[in-house]
């Protein structure tokens, strides 16, 4: 009974789900910096692992201990000091804390509670447009996965399959409803999107030797396509080059950046389909109504 009445209030009241939707996301953008950072360390053992095995041999003994996203506990990567429940509480323990461990005085990077808090943020925008309902929902889910990608990408250069691929091929299964896309704009979509960027991908390479972009760009934009459609693929492609070109001219006027160094795409693709996601049909129709179509 008490869940039925929730959830009717959910549904009656705007408000009440926009801030039980902000604080969800505060909890998920905890778990978010645990994928962050432990996904990476998780693949990079299991390519080892092959390794080893590719050449017949066997780990030592005295391998590290199994590490997975739900275990072993969270510790002080200083000292190694078991992360308390109250210690770990979304942004209030790193304010309580002051930044550092209770343990060993570790600063605690701020980037914790700002991811937790801009997860909280998106995800009140998301309750806020699409309402109480399904689409509200789903588009939480590939919310989620999209700044949990950016940010593997920002560090690591990196866009995980263990994320890329479930996501994608969710995105086709919610088309046979549809939410967001049919099945035929949903597949179109999902092909469409990686071969446009595998074809700019070799074209780039034959004209200057260099790789521009990587196979996970490829399947980042072909899950935006199975989600959306191949109609969103245009105002994707446009928005996360643009903005892109921008920060990365930005990044050596100002920062000094090594022209050489590699920019992530990831996040630029995924910050334009979040958007596309939310306002891709208004983009479009200013766009068509701003050239006179």
Aim: proline share 5%; with cysteine; aromatic share 10%.
């Amino acid at each position: 009974m008490d869940q039925i009445l929730l959830l009717q209030l959910l549904q009656d009241s705007p408000t009440a789900f926009i801030i039980l939707t902000a604080l969800l996301g505060l909890v998920v953008g905890s778990f978010l910096n645990v994928v962050i950072h432990r996904l990476p360390l998780m693949m990079e053992r299991e390519w080892r692992e092959q390794l080893l095995e590719s050449n017949g041999e066997t780990a030592p003994a005295d391998a590290e201990p199994p590490l997975g996203l739900v275990s072993p506990r969270s510790r002080c990567p200083h000292c190694g000091h078991g992360i308390r429940w109250y210690e770990n509480i979304p942004v209030l323990s790193w304010l309580w804390l002051r930044g550092r461990c209770s343990s060993c005085q570790a600063a605690i990077g701020l980037r914790y509670p700002l991811v937790e808090l801009a997860t909280a943020g998106f995800s009140a925008v998301v309750a806020w447009h699409f309402g109480y309902g399904g689409e509200a929902a789903a588009a939480l889910l590939l919310t989620w996965a999209l700044i949990a990608l950016s940010m593997i990408d920002f560090d690591h250069q990196l866009l995980p399959d263990a994320i890329t691929l479930p996501f994608l091929w969710l995105g086709l299964v919610l088309s046979l409803f549809p939410l967001f896309a049919d099945s035929r704009s949903a597949i179109i979509g999902a092909a469409a999107g990686y071969l446009a960027l595998w074809g700019i991908y070799h074209l780039f390479r034959l004209l200057t030797g260099k790789e521009g972009m990587g196979y996970g760009d490829f399947k980042l934009l072909a899950l935006l396509g199975a989600w959306m459609g191949w109609q969103a693929l245009p105002v994707i492609v446009i928005l996360s080059s643009m903005v892109g070109a921008v920060v990365g001219v930005a990044m050596i006027l100002l920062l000094g950046r090594d022209r050489q160094l590699p920019i992530p795409f990831g996040p630029y693709l995924a910050a334009a389909g979040w958007i596309a996601l939310l306002w891709g049909s208004e983009i479009s129709g200013a766009y068509l109504r701003w050239v006179g179509l």
